[in-house]
């Protein structure tokens, strides 16, 4: 099995920072495409930002300047680092990951199980 492990969220002041961390955990997998999205209160899960096997990325328009995607392939892991953190940013982030499984030729999305972002005036 894979599992997407995700760490870092918590509670921060608007303009500080918090970066956050999803693993992925298990075997006979390959990573592709990794990415984070959010979910506020009543609202649809939306992109935030993604990342390529080649380290290509793509950000959101209300996040580009402030949020950078990076990734540790010899880890598998993907990070967030947000800064200039605002209030409309409050919202539980959501890991994501287009994983290879080698043995089952298949590729599917996985999700890490959400991490609370709250940010203050």
């Known amino acids: 099995q894979v599992q997407l492990v995700e760490s870092g969220g918590g509670l921060v002041q608007a303009g500080g920072s918090l970066r956050l961390s999803c693993a992925a955990s298990?075997?006979?997998?390959?990573?592709?495409?990794m990415g984070w999205y959010r979910q506020a209160p009543g609202k649809q899960r939306e992109l935030v930002a993604t990342?390529?096997?080649?380290?290509?990325?793509s950000y959101a328009d209300s996040v580009k300047g402030r949020f950078t995607i990076s990734r540790d392939n010899a880890k598998n892991t993907v990070y967030l680092q947000m800064n200039s953190l605002e209030p409309e940013d409050t919202a539980v982030y959501y890991c994501?990951?287009?994983?290879?499984?080698?043995?089952?030729?298949?590729?599917?999305?996985?999700w890490g199980q959400g991490t609370q972002v709250t940010v203050s005036s």
């Open positions: 298990g075997s006979g997998f390959s990573i592709r495409t």
């Open positions: 994501n990951a287009e994983i290879y499984r080698t043995y089952y030729y298949t590729t599917n999305n996985y």
């Open positions: 990342i390529t096997s080649g380290s290509s990325t």
